[in-house]
């Protein structure tokens, strides 16, 4: 009946402006849960077929794909450059520019041999130069050692990191099927996407990831780089880790694959970006690349020093042929093979008192060496260390860049997404104010009933 | 900026400025609590390796400095023992050419001898001249003397010298620069001993002294140039010792220029690294203000 429609009128904006108060009410609240995005009333009139007044249309979260999208590939690469910048400075801190150094032991080395040249006869002379040997052999060793430790730190972060992003897999997947359910009575679950989104950041920080959303709501997660399916609907492909190679300190890397639903693991192709993908690169090439370029100045220095000591003229203090000084297969187990001082062969020829091979020996410190590209050994390893720096330098500029640039774009996705509370709060006036309208109009329509029905009586 | 600013925005941009702040703040205390601007290498890479060669230099030229004390010492004490030298020889010419008129008595004669002797003792005495227990003459060889004694039942003039004929050579410069510290014994004094003994044999004899005269005199001559050689080399070295300590000021003072921080620059820039900090975080009380202090609903 046509009195009882402003009644339907004033209920329908009662129950309208109630929801839209209890929306704001849960921007307000949420205002600094992480990854919560504010929601809008979507209010659509009624018609005369529909019986006048409003409805609720629909609660929609402000949503700016686009820049979502942005974040999660960009979160990677920020996550991959604040581990790289955190591991190639712990890198650089083991050419320290203070104190003990494989380029100072070299140069005290050096020294002793100049005092074995002035002096081949003094025995004590000659045991510091084996001393000074010694001290340069442990240094290179503790900074292979290094090395490989810092190797095998980065491999263990990985696999914790493996084990981490696999969790956040296995939740993004049971939100699916909660998502799945709660819509599937038409309304959104706004609260669960969230949720899901926040996960699937988490998970961009680990590995590069893209997510594709199917018509039932619940959303495809694929590696990025490869395409590997990590979710699908509510099935999960979780990372896994094989063993791989050796490392530096010889036992075995871990070798990172999917786990496909068919049983075996598929090996990642390719760099998989995020944290995971930049500790897979620190690992085999930034860390292995440093060893290797120290194990090449321990071979130089071995084969130059050798080849001076082994010389077919140079004689020991007893007479006898030189022999080498350093052995190597590597950094790690550099060490001096001579111990007895007088078995230094100083001189060229028979006289003991004679200085040839010692002063041989001195021009090795400034010979271009063949194994090291012509560079002599101090020249290269001091090259070494400006590496080291200038990787940590490269690293902490790009983490900074990456940093920036992600807090640009959580800029913008807060100006689409963020909850302002003067917008809340002036909401909150505008609903209330049509509350008390649509109130007012019930009491009206009240009152008109009442007339009504003292008419007839 | 963008269009719509929230809370979160405000507090993310104010954290964000203040942990760069605070950053930059650390890295400006260490630079003044070290003094350095370099405290690791990628502070400034390029920095870090010229300082690695430069100290490389630095050890070096100090190693190549204690050489050259060395070759001064022992130069030295050949310098001394050739003036000697050369005194002994100049009295033996004296009583050479007193018994070169045959005038003199066999009583003399043999006194003359008994003289020549003691100069020839002495002289072989002086050759063998020890700097840290080496022979100055011997190739700086240590253990027994290279020169044959005067009274060991061996002596022959002629081979007086058995040491090593090869010279020392110490390196005193870098690039491969040597000096030559020893002459060999016998090229040194073996025509003095040679003569001395030909003359004593022919006092002994009752032999007019003839050519000897002239033979301790271009045996003398040989020492004197000797001696004028060693002067040079003892020369270059002094020489080479200045170079070498302008050298190690020079690489030092490089190495300060790289790595050293300029005190009053840093404490100023950290002074107004704390003045931001403080301002930035100071504007932090606008944070707190929103609409829920002025609406009353």
């Known amino acids: 009946m046509a009195i009882f429609t402003p009644l339907s009128i004033g209920r329908s904006a009662l129950l309208a402006h109630e929801r839209a108060i209890t929306t704001t009410g849960q921007n307000i609240a949420n205002a600094e849960t992480p990854g919560y995005r504010r929601q809008t009333t979507e209010f659509a009139s009624q018609d005369q077929a529909q019986g006048f007044g409003v409805r609720v249309v629909a609660v929609e979260q402000a949503i700016d794909r686009f820049v979502e999208a942005q974040l999660l590939r960009q979160e990677s690469r920020a996550a991959g450059a604040e581990v790289r910048r955190d591991v190639l400075d712990r890198v650089q801190q083991l050419f320290p520019v203070e104190g ?19 002096r081949p006869e003094d025995l004590a002379v000659r045991g510091e130069f084996l001393a000074r040997a010694e001290e340069l052999a442990a240094r290179v060793r503790a900074l292979s050692d290094g090395l490989a430790r810092e190797q095998r730190v980065v491999d263990d972060r990985l696999r914790g990191d493996v084990d981490d992003a696999n969790v956040v897999v296995q939740r993004i997947a049971s939100l699916n099927v909660s998502i799945v359910s709660a819509e599937s009575s038409g309304q959104r679950a706004n609260e669960l996407r969230d949720q899901r989104d926040a996960a699937l950041l988490e998970l961009s920080e680990f590995v590069e990831v893209r997510a594709t959303e199917r018509e039932n709501g619940s959303v495809d997660v694929e590696l990025e780089s490869s395409g590997m399916a990590l979710v699908i609907g509510a099935d999960v492909q979780e990372l896994a880790v094989e063993v791989g190679g050796g490392g530096l300190d010889g036992s075995p890397v871990a070798d990172v694959g999917v786990k496909l639903a068919s049983g075996p693991v598929v090996t990642l192709p390719g760099n998989p970006g995020g944290r995971i993908g930049a500790l897979l690169t620190l690992r085999d090439t930034d860390v292995a690349d440093r060893s290797a370029e120290l194990d090449t100045f321990a071979l130089a220095l071995r084969d130059g020093v050798n080849a001076v000591q082994t010389d077919p003229a140079a004689r020991d203090l007893t007479g006898a042929v030189g022999l ?17 001082p007088r078995s230094v062969a100083a001189a060229i020829g028979t006289n003991p008192a004679d200085n040839g091979n010692a002063l041989a020996l001195l021009d090795v410190a400034e010979a271009p060496q063949a194994g090291l590209s012509g560079a002599t050994l101090g020249d290269y390893f001091a090259g070494l260390q400006a590496a080291a720096g200038n990787a940590a330098r490269s690293a902490e500029d790009e983490a900074a860049v990456e940093s920036a640039v992600k807090s640009s774009l959580e800029g913008r996705r807060d100006a689409v997404s963020g909850v302002s509370l003067e ?3 002036t909401d909150l006036i505008r609903f209330q104010r049509g509350f008390q309208a649509a109130a007012q109009l019930i009491n009206v329509s009240d009152r008109m009933l009442d007339e009504l029905i003292g008419l007839v009586r | 900026m963008v269009g719509r600013v929230t809370q979160t925005t405000l507090v993310r941009d104010f954290l964000s400025h203040v942990q760069s702040l605070q950053s930059r703040t650390a890295e400006a205390q260490e630079h003044v609590q070290t003094q350095k601007r370099i405290n690791q290498p990628s502070d400034d890479p390029g920095g870090t390796a010229r300082v690695a060669r430069l100290r490389s230099e630095d050890a070096d030229l100090r190693a190549l400095q204690e050489t050259v004390g060395f070759g001064l010492s022992v130069l030295g004490a050949q310098d001394a023992v050739l003036g000697e030298a050369d005194a002994l020889l100049t009295r033996a010419r004296e009583i050479a050419a007193q018994h070169a008129n045959g005038l003199n008595t066999p009583g003399e004669r043999q006194a003359a001898a008994a003289e020549i002797t003691e100069i020839e003792r002495a002289l072989i005495t002086l050759a063998d001249t020890t700097v840290a227990g080496r022979h100055v003459f011997g190739g700086l060889a240590t253990g027994s003397s290279p020169f044959v004694q005067f009274d060991d039942p061996g002596f022959d003039p002629n081979a007086a010298y058995t040491g090593t004929s090869e010279a020392f050579h110490v390196r005193t410069g870098r690039d491969g620069v040597t000096t030559r510290l020893t002459t060999s014994g016998d090229q040194v004094f073996g025509d003095a001993i040679l003569a001395l003994d030909v003359l004593r044999s022919n006092l002994e004899a009752g032999t007019v002294p003839t050519t000897e005269i002239d ?32 050298g190690i000021h020079t690489a030092r003072e490089e190495i300060g220029e790289i790595e050293d921080i300029d005190l009053v620059e840093a404490i100023v820039d950290l002074q107004r690294l704390q003045s931001a900090l403080e301002a930035t975080l100071v504007s932090g009380q606008t944070l707190q203000q929103s609409i829920v202090d002025y609406v009353r609903l």
């Open chain 1, 100 to 118: 003990p150094s494989v380029g100072g032991a070299l140069d005290a080395f050096f020294a002793a041999a100049q005092r074995v040249a002035d």
């Open chain 1, 324 to 340: 080498d000084l350093f052995s190597a297969s590597g950094a790690a187990d550099l060490s001096v093979e001579l111990t007895d």
């Open chain 1, 423 to 425: 917008e809340e709060f």
């Open chain 2, 215 to 246: 033979e301790i005199a271009s045996a003398a001559e040989g020492l004197r140039l000797e001696r004028a050689s060693v002067g040079a080399r003892s020369r270059t070295l002094t020489e080479r010792g200045q170079e070498i300590l302008r």
